[in-house]
């Protein structure tokens, strides 16, 4: 890699964004009033509505803030403290999220899952117990590169009279998830994930029914977060309508059109398609280097990313070597296992690109020989490119 040269990212967020969403966000500041950001923002919150496949009732939030923000924002506004909820633990944010709702004051049940194994939907429905306000879940399990299918969750929540909410942060706008038909009541990300955009934005589409919960709740969240506070302000944008109650990010407003547009005109559809055939690509690759997942031949693996184990005699040190070869890769995240595997992002704009896919398989193999691995670094490239 040349010295000047800005290394290609390739961890699960922040990721390399399009042309033209770099474009909108570079832009001059406007005002948080100007018609043109508000035109920009009611159209974003319309488009979001579609990218999550949400109902016409449902609410799109974006606030100026991280993932965890938007998770915070889903504690405060579904639960009051005292109350019981159920947490699906499959790693490092599933943890964050039962430490979010504990300081809250709930009560969680934690679900620990398994590295090698799926969401035992029958222990979910005994925890499901009738007194349990909401189900909390991670789509993507950003520390394993492990999926858990939303869909059956959301059905047993509903007929347990619970709510489900789902953190898509690695996974929103990259994996499908069906808003309205599954009946799922919160589902949040945030912006640098396959959203596709510079970090600094906290998005979520809250349920007809999540709004009811906020209304009826006894502690009220805090004001920047509250969504009844917000919601007059959102519905005013949509309407094309000036509010005021929290400048927004008004230089990412209008990025966030843009890279919202950018997925509905290729089609959601074909999104996740995409997604899916260079997670098939990657693993091929990673496969040909003879590279072993953390989570084994886990039952739902992530289209987003792979978790990999550091072969025998390598380490943290690979991390530094495959940069030195024009590539960014993440390291461990999982307490468990942080330093026995590492991690690669194959979200947003690079799937749809072969030479970048082809590029971070040539800088892992080269990477992995300057550790002293014994790999056929053209053989995983062409494996890779065999795929796409
Ligand atoms: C990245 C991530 C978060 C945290 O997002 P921040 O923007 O870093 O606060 C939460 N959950 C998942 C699944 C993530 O991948």
New binding site residues.
Partial sequence: MPSSARPLLMI??PIEISEAALAAASGPPLSHLDPELIEHFGASLRAMRQVWRAAPTSQPFVLSG????A?EAAACNLIDPGERVVVIDTGY?GD?MADILRRRGAAVVRLTVPLDEAVDLDRVERALDGRIKALFA?????STGVRTDPGPLAELARANGALSVF?????TGAERFEMAEWGADLYLT?S??AIGLP?GL?LWVASGRALRTRASLTKAPPLSLDFEAWRPVLQAYEAGEKRYLSTPATTLIPALRVSLEELLAEGMDEVFARHERAAAAMRAGFLALGLEELAGPAPLRANTLTALRYPEGVGPELLGRVRAHGVVIAGGLHPAHKDEYFRVGHLGVVTARPEALALTIRALGLGLADCGAKVDVEGAVSATLGHL
């Fill in positions: 699960p967020g991280g993932g965890t923000l998770m944010f964050r991670t789509h993507v399990d950003t953190d898509g942060v690695c996974a945030a640098q994930k970090a906290a």
